[in-house]
């Protein structure tokens, strides 16, 4: 009588195939990179162009606070901000204002004024004066090279003008020249909207690179 055996099979021994143990090649390692470094290149441009606006965001948020101390001071001292005589009907002029050009304005020392009406007794007037130049000089420390222009009255309300110098406002450079610094339009009374906030006055005379922003509060 024959016996058959039967032997379990043996598990193979041989190699996988190629194919199975194809790991990670040049060519994808170098496709990896490129792809890495066209991100890396799109994250370094958008940190320019945030960068870019940098100067002006932070100057319009410090403008905000700056308008807030001025529209306090004045509301505090309403009488030195014009009014009118109801016995003659006529008006008088507003001690806060503020009318000379960007050059004079930086030019001009700002020294602290006697009295100082924080610590003592002042008339409006006196206090009027200490307001400006103290609002003047804390305008100096927290906008680039800082000015400010203010007109109007308590009657027909105060327009506010803040100025500062933004040496990123630049075009762009051509034929390989340098950039040069745009001009802020000067308003011309027509301007509606943001085109309206924007502008210098001219009695400013405000050269290239300035930005202007321009409130208005009746106090």
């Not at 058959?4 to 199975?20: D, E, G, I, V, Y």
């Not at 700056?66 to 004045?74: F, G, H, K, Q, Y």
């Not at 001690?95 to 000379?100: A, H, L, S, T």
């Not at 000067?186 to 210098?200: R, W």
């Amino acid at each position: 009588m024959a016996f058959f055996m039967n032997h379990s099979k043996r598990k193979s021994t041989a190699p996988p195939s190629l194919q199975c143990a194809r790991g990670v090649t040049l060519v994808e390692v170098m496709v990896a990179i490129v792809v890495l470094s066209i991100g890396l290149l799109g994250i370094a441009g958008l940190q320019a162009a945030t960068l870019k606006y940098k100067i002006n965001t932070w100057a319009r948020s410090s403008a905000s606070t700056l308008l807030s101390d001025l529209s306090e001071r004045v509301r505090i001292n309403p009488d030195s901000a014009g009014k009118r005589f109801a016995e003659t009907g006529a008006d008088i002029a507003s001690k806060y204002v503020i009318g000379d050009a960007w050059a004079a304005q930086q030019l001009a020392a700002l020294d602290p004024i006697t009295p100082n009406c924080e610590t003592e007794p002042c008339t409006p007037l006196q206090r009027a004066t200490h307001d400006l130049q103290a609002w003047r000089q804390r305008v100096r420390n927290s906008l680039p090279q800082g000015a400010a222009l203010i007109s109007g009255n308590r009657k027909n309300g105060l327009t506010v003008t803040m100025m500062w110098f933004d040496n990123e406002l630049v075009e762009p450079a051509t034929d390989g020249g340098p950039q040069a610094l745009v001009a802020t339009p000067v308003c011309s009374g027509s301007e509606t909207g943001m085109a309206q906030q924007t502008c210098c006055p001219p009695e400013a005379a405000a050269p290239a690179g300035v930005r202007c922003a321009r409130f208005s509060f009746i106090p």
